[in-house]
């Protein structure tokens, strides 16, 4: 009962918490600081989800009231036929409504609406390491494009024999770190690389990290701590590609942190674009400082943990792929390099919040 009470206590600040916003997004000066409107409207939308979902449920607690009520007082066979029928319809609703609602009250990261820098590189097992890699690339891709989102190439340094030793790439749209967050580790792939003669199946692997972008409000960068470098694009552009000194390289002197960038072909838009990378870094830096102080605090088993942790295998000769943190396989792959990644998500989302709500009632 006292865990009840708690939630009901919960939604009805939320509620509270709405209306302030909704008064707040309504004031004649609202759209004087646009950075805040734009906050607190996003506020009130994600609110609303729950507070629509609040009512529904209060609707039902109450018509079960009612039920409950008629059959405690009234004699009539008929009328009380009715009332048990009705509770009988709402008592499953009001469980699945309940359990919807705690999972919306789980604290979310709240660098989940963000977009994300989306980091891929070949780790062991040489021109197939690089290949798989640009395998991984084209999947995230294809996924960015199946959820509407924009990916842009900041960076790349190609392999030998096709794909990339490292790719480095902005992805931009709705909640996007909050799905790609997942992604963060070692990816390994078994198959008989289109290198081989002997027709042996190797092994090999691919890194990926997913960083939340970073703007100057979430990360101050001391611009006299950063030494600039330009130079000519080597990426496809036109003619402005190796005459125009519009790709930039920064170095954060106190970290050593090098980020390039030479996807447009404005300097400037390169340097913001740049920018955004290193203050995605540096935050990562300090949030991995955090966590190792409050070591005691658990590292959860799905969330964005260790990038050397082995998080995924790709097995092409028997067509599966296993994500080992939740020891989930699907035998799909060729759809899954294609970008349907979508299902590994919304497991690794339902395992890490099933983590969340233990501990939350221990």
Not at 272 to 281: E, F, G, I, N
Not at 323 to 341: A, C, K, Q, T
Request: proline letters at 3%; hydrophobic letters at 30%; aromatic letters at 6%.
């Amino acid at each position: 009962m006292g865990n009840f009470r708690k939630m009901l206590d919960k939604l009805q600040a939320i509620e509270d918490r709405f209306e302030e916003v909704g008064q707040l997004i309504v004031q004649p000066d609202a759209t004087s600081d646009m950075k805040k409107y734009t906050k607190l409207s996003k506020e009130y939308k994600d609110l609303q989800k729950i507070v629509e979902k609040y009512h529904q449920y209060r609707n039902i607690l109450d018509h079960i009231d009612s039920a409950k009520s008629v059959l405690e007082t009234e004699k009539d066979p008929e009328f009380r036929e009715m009332a048990k029928a009705e509770l009988d319809d709402l008592e499953p609703k009001k469980e699945v409504l309940e359990d919807l609602l705690k999972n919306m009250l789980i604290p979310k990261d709240p660098n989940d609406g963000k977009n994300a820098v989306l980091e891929i590189r070949a780790g062991t097992g040489g021109d197939e390491a690089a290949i798989f890699a640009g395998d991984l690339f084209r999947m995230y891709q294809r996924f960015a494009e199946k959820s509407g989102w924009r990916l842009e190439v900041l960076d790349l340094t190609e392999g030998t024999s096709g794909g990339y030793k490292e790719i480095i790439s902005m992805v931009s749209g709705e909640d996007v770190y909050g799905k790609l967050k997942y992604e963060s580790g070692v990816h390994r792939v078994q198959r008989v690389p289109t290198t081989e003669t002997q027709g042996r199946v190797h092994t090999s692997a691919a890194s990926v990290a997913v960083l939340p972008e970073m703007d100057e409000v979430d990360v101050e960068v001391n611009m006299n701590d950063i030494r600039k470098d330009t130079f000519c694009s080597s990426g496809p552009g036109g003619q402005s590609v190796n005459t125009t000194y519009s790709a930039v390289r920064l170095t954060h002197i106190p970290t050593g942190l090098v980020v390039s960038c030479q996807d447009e072909k404005s300097q400037l838009k390169n340097l913001d674009k740049a920018l955004k990378v290193l203050r995605s870094r540096l935050y990562e830096i300090e949030l991995q400082k955090h966590q190792d102080e409050v070591g005691a605090q658990r590292r959860s088993m799905v969330g964005s943990g260790d990038r050397s942790d082995k998080i995924r295998t790709y097995n092409y000769p028997q067509g599966r792929v296993t994500d080992h943190r939740i020891s989930y396989s699907v035998h799909n792959l060729p759809n899954v390099m294609d970008g349907e990644i979508a299902d590994f998500i919304e497991q690794l989302q339902i395992a890490e919040n099933a983590e969340k709500l233990k501990e939350g009632s221990e």
